[in-house]
């Protein structure tokens, strides 16, 4: 799948409080594993979950390998809040 950079940390951007972790634990994995996959490269215990930068508009393209953590980001966002 690919993505925009700059829509893929949109939608980080817009999880609400916890949301990483919450991701990290259903999908049993490292927390800066879920950091890394939005752009927070930084994180060198996380693991590299198949995320490929091209440089371009809006952030460049993002290829994404496996959509596991965008795919419960996206189910988290659709939960409605209190």
Partial sequence: ??????????IKDRLPDGSIHRIASELDMNVETVWNYFGGFNH????SMGVHLEGGPDGGVVALDDTRILDLATRILEEPRN
């Fill in 44 to 47: 060198s215990e996380g693991k």
């Fill in 1 to 10: 799948m690919n993505i925009t950079f700059n829509e893929l940390r949109r």
